[in-house]
């Protein structure tokens, strides 16, 4: 049996996402239903890395739709796999 999520009222108090800057976060897996941001520099080789603007929106969706906490700079930990899931499919 599979335990349905209902998000109906999750982004009900939420602004408008802002726009990202297109960098293209990856994430890794931590033990501890734990997710940890990384990027990977693209051809031109001259990009500075993550930056909290970049991280920003993703904490916003994470705030309005409880998915997640952040526990620091580039990492969330989550109660359970389907949250885990729900945000990857968010944000992959």
Known sequence: MTAKIDISGAFSTCQPLPKTLG????????PGQRLQA????????????IQERDLDPIQLWSDCAKCG????????QFSSDQ??????????
């Open 23 to 30: 960098l293209k976060i990856k994430w890794r897996e931590l």
């Open 69 to 76: 906490q952040r526990m620091s700079f580039d990492t969330w």
């Open 38 to 49: 990384y990027w990977q520099p693209g051809v031109r080789g001259y990009e500075i890395g």
């Open 83 to 92: 949250d885990m899931s729900m945000f990857l499919l968010k944000w992959s």
